[in-house]
């Protein structure tokens, strides 16, 4: 059985960084696209990243966009999100998820977005505080 495990969350100052990793059990790993969600207490689960199952596209939020870089790696089967200049709204717990199918074609967010949460992580909590 296919199972996602992130790592990585922690307590961090506003303006640092964290890598969040999430590794992946199974063999076809490299043939779906993956992404990251997150949820804050109080509200819904929203989407951060999404990576394509060859890593050719990514899609971010708003927020994400030009401080948090989505990558993976399909031999070592783990997906990364990097995240810079982090702030007190970056808190929340991140989830990683896979699509549901093999090889999406991923041409819009919205394909890939709907795409993704067949499969979740069990969630690494990230909290930004001074």
């Known amino acids: 059985q296919v199972q996602l495990v992130e790592s990585g969350g922690g307590l961090v100052q506003p303006g640092d960084y964290l890598t969040l990793s999430c590794a992946a059990s199974?063999?076809?790993?490299?043939?779906?696209?993956m992404g990251w969600f997150r949820q804050a207490p109080g509200q819904e689960r929203e989407f951060v990243a999404g990576?394509?199952?060859?890593?050719?596209?990514?899609y971010y939020s708003d927020f994400a966009r030009y401080r948090f870089t989505i990558s993976r790696d399909n031999v070592q089967n783990i997906l990364y999100l990097q995240m810079n200049s982090l702030k007190s709204q970056d808190t929340a717990v991140y989830y990683c998820?896979?699509?549901?199918?093999?090889?999406?074609?991923?041409?819009?967010?919205?394909?890939?977005?709907?795409?993704?949460?067949?499969?979740w992580g069990q969630g690494t909590q990230v909290t930004v505080s001074s």
């Open positions: 998820t896979r699509a549901s199918e093999v090889r999406t074609r991923d041409r819009t967010m919205n394909d890939m977005v709907n795409a993704l949460g067949a499969l």
């Open positions: 990576i394509s199952y060859n890593g050719d596209i990514t």
């Open positions: 199974g063999r076809d790993f490299r043939l779906y696209s």
